[in-house]
């Protein structure tokens, strides 16, 4: 039997096979996105609770609403914003699921969505599977700064969507406020609808602010933005997120969401809503830039090229012009086997493998595995 293809990528994503490869050789695994530290102890010990007392069966399809409360007065201490938690929030099994979601609730067949290519790997798919057509717009390396005017150019009667990450994966890049009132500009008289991807909202370094869409009242109102728990509580394995958009927005997220998922598992979001009440753990990002600051510095010892630290998220970029110029798909790969370090090539966050000869490095590991990974780079020296 023939079953239609519903998107264009093929094949398995190169974060798995990066990660195979990284077992196969005793790689130390700096590919894929997860941090190799522990979740804090009263975060599991509230899982346990959640379960033990009795929190097993379906939660509201929106989502508890002690969690959604939790995190409206999150917004409200962090970015002095006032949301609404019923109307508003909807939790949803990961950030990857909530932008499928908001894709899904404005794209018709036909309709054209813009990426900025380097770009997190399930937008494409997301776009195609909805019967749209991605248009895919370049990031302007080496600090991969958005260039607007090719931004105009791809903008079509057709395009419904746009959608972006900041703080960015793989790039580290972050959007400023004059970005954001720029792009308010460049959709001001147009239907387009922003997907704000803003999962590494809280890494952010260097006394740099994260603006969040939200934070931008024009633009917000035509925005779905995006974020991810387990980014920022070590535990992606739990694939809890949630969205904010506005309540129009909102009631077509949940008319999807209703009957995708329908609703989130109930003692993580148990869990998540108490810890987040009663968290006084070390704000994020000063744990994140003492890892980006020490992994920098170790890799000085290495011919790796850092053209810009990374501003925000847990992502490095590194050229390896002074290494060698092979392909970046061939250069990770040969890491790998040769060297005992796994990263991925930026090449593979471009739709038509754009190859800058520029690999990704995790940060968000323990000292002792950056230590030991740059202990195996420094050998290519
Ligand atoms: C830019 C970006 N968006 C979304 C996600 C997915 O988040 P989640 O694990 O919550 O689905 C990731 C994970 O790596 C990411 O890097």
Same mark, same amino acid.
């Given at each position: 039997?023939?079953? *239609?293809?519903?998107h264009?990528?093929?094949?398995?994503?190169?974060?798995? @096979?990066?990660? &195979?490869?990284?077992?196969?050789?005793?790689?130390?695994n700096?590919?894929?996105?997860?941090?190799?530290?522990?979740?804090?102890?009263?975060?599991?010990?509230l899982?346990h609770?959640?379960?033990?007392?009795?929190f097993?069966?379906?939660?509201?399809?929106?989502g508890?609403?002690l969690?959604?409360?939790?995190v409206?007065?999150?917004f409200?201490?962090?970015?002095?914003?006032?949301?609404?938690?019923? +109307?508003?929030?909807?939790?949803?099994?990961? &950030?990857?699921?909530?932008?499928?979601t908001a894709? +899904?609730?404005?794209?018709q067949?036909?309709?054209?969505?813009i990426i900025?290519?380097?770009?997190?790997?399930?937008?494409?798919?997301?776009?195609?599977?909805?019967?749209?057509?991605? @248009?895919?717009?370049?990031?302007? &390396? *080496?600090?991969?700064? @958005?260039?607007?005017?090719?931004?105009?150019?791809?903008?079509?009667?057709?395009?419904?969507?746009l959608?972006l990450?900041? *703080?960015?994966?793989?790039?580290?890049?972050?959007?400023?406020?004059?970005?954001?009132? +720029?792009?308010a500009?460049?959709?001001?008289n147009?239907?387009?609808?922003?997907?704000?991807?803003?999962?590494?909202?809280q890494?952010?370094?260097?006394?740099?602010k994260?603006?969040?869409?939200?934070?931008? !009242?024009?633009?917000?109102?035509?925005?779905?933005?995006?974020?991810?728990?387990g980014?920022v509580?070590?535990?992606?394995?739990?694939?809890?997120?949630?969205?904010?958009?506005?309540?129009d927005?909102?009631?077509?997220?949940?008319r999807i969401?209703?009957?995708?998922?329908?609703?989130?598992?109930? !003692?993580?979001?148990?869990?998540?809503?108490?810890?987040?009440?009663?968290n006084?753990?070390?704000?994020?990002?000063?744990?994140?830039?003492?890892?980006?600051?020490?992994?920098?510095?170790l890799?000085?010892?290495?011919?790796?090229?850092?053209?810009? !630290?990374? &501003?925000?998220?847990?992502f490095?970029?590194?050229?390896?012009?002074?290494?060698?110029?092979? *392909?970046?798909?061939?250069f990770?790969?040969?890491?790998?086997?040769?060297?005992?370090?796994?990263?991925i090539?930026?090449?593979?966050?471009?739709?038509?493998?754009?190859?800058?000869?520029?690999?990704?490095?995790?940060?968000?590991?323990?000292?002792?595995t950056l230590?030991?990974?740059?202990?195996r780079?420094?050998?290519?020296?």
């Amino acid at each position: 039997m023939n079953l *239609p293809q519903k998107h264009s990528a093929t094949g398995t994503t190169i974060f798995t @096979v990066m990660s &195979a490869l990284a077992t196969q050789h005793n790689a130390i695994n700096l590919s894929q996105g997860f941090p190799d530290f522990p979740l804090d102890e009263q975060l599991a010990k509230l899982l346990h609770e959640a379960a033990h007392n009795g929190f097993n069966q379906y939660a509201p399809m929106p989502g508890l609403p002690l969690l959604r409360q939790a995190v409206a007065d999150n917004f409200k201490k962090r970015y002095n914003l006032d949301i609404n938690a019923d +109307t508003e929030i909807t939790i949803t099994p990961g &950030a990857t699921y909530g932008i499928y979601t908001a894709f +899904t609730s404005v794209l018709q067949p036909g309709d054209e969505a813009i990426i900025l290519e380097p770009a997190y790997d399930s937008y494409i798919p997301n776009i195609e599977m909805n019967g749209a057509k991605a @248009v895919p717009v370049s990031l302007v &390396a *080496p600090d991969f700064h @958005v260039d607007w005017n090719t931004i105009k150019a791809a903008i079509t009667p057709k395009t419904k969507a746009l959608i972006l990450n900041t *703080p960015h994966n793989p790039t580290g890049a972050v959007w400023t406020k004059q970005d954001w009132d +720029t792009l308010a500009g460049i959709v001001r008289n147009t239907d387009i609808v922003i997907l704000s991807d803003e999962v590494y909202e809280q890494i952010i370094f260097d006394g740099q602010k994260h603006y969040s869409v939200l934070e931008h !009242p024009e633009l917000r109102q035509r925005s779905f933005a995006l974020f991810s728990f387990g980014k920022v509580f070590h535990n992606t394995g739990w694939k809890i997120g949630y969205c904010i958009a506005p309540p129009d927005f909102t009631i077509a997220f949940r008319r999807i969401h209703q009957f995708l998922s329908f609703t989130v598992n109930t !003692p993580g979001q148990y869990a998540l809503a108490h810890y987040i009440m009663n968290n006084s753990a070390e704000p994020l990002h000063s744990m994140m830039q003492k890892k980006r600051d020490y992994f920098l510095e170790l890799m000085k010892q290495t011919p790796f090229t850092i053209h810009k !630290p990374a &501003a925000g998220s847990y992502f490095q970029v590194a050229s390896y012009e002074r290494i060698n110029s092979m *392909p970046d798909m061939e250069f990770a790969q040969w890491l790998t086997k040769e060297y005992g370090v796994a990263t991925i090539p930026v090449s593979a966050f471009y739709n038509n493998k754009k190859d800058d000869k520029l690999i990704r490095f995790c940060f968000a590991k323990k000292e002792d595995t950056l230590m030991e990974a740059v202990e195996r780079l420094r050998k290519l020296s």
